[in-house]
């Protein structure tokens, strides 16, 4: 369900270190995972699972087909509650449902969002589009309004 470096200081489950040798940023292919000893079957991703990796829809790889690990861990990468769906989605990241107003993604309308909105407001040369809430193509007081309405959820 989550990125492991393959250095076990680095891993923590549910704040205590761990031994976890699960590396998904080699990107290898199932045919050299399968050769290292690991047989995934059906559920190797066409797509790198690393931390990095984050769902972009429901039909993406991984999404509500991972392990219900809520005895170790409650939340995300991003602190996002899981599972959002059906189950727990494979990879660091939960697929959440689009919050207007929610810049970073995080599933939530915070401060955070607040100055991702900010910074962009009113550019002109490559807006950061992530604040183009009504998806119009700039970042004014229509997208301050949607951030607005929905803070605090």
């Keep these: 369900n989550l ?3 393959s250095s076990p200081s680095q891993n923590l489950v549910g704040g205590q270190p761990c031994v976890l040798y699960l590396n998904w940023v080699r990107r290898q292919n199932l045919a050299q995972t399968q050769a290292d000893g690991f047989n995934l079957h059906s559920l190797y991703s066409p797509i ?9 829809a429901p039909g993406d790889p991984g999404v509500d087909a991972g392990a219900d690990l809520a005895a170790f861990l409650t939340t995300d990468r991003d602190a996002v509650s899981r599972p959002q769906g ?3 989605d ?3 990241y939960e697929l959440t449902a689009d919050l207007p107003g929610d810049a970073d993604g995080d599933g939530d309308v915070d401060l955070d969002d607040f100055v991702i909105l900010k910074n962009a407001f ?3 040369i490559e807006p950061d589009l992530r604040a183009d809430f009504d998806g119009d193509g700039d970042i004014d007081l229509d997208d301050f309004v949607i951030l607005k309405t929905n803070f605090g959820r």
């Design 122 to 124: 009113g550019g002109i």
């Design 90 to 92: 494979i990879g660091p």
């Design 48 to 56: 790198p699972l690393d931390a990095s990796w984050r769902p972009a």
């Design 3 to 5: 990125h492991y470096n």
């Design 86 to 88: 059906a189950g727990w």
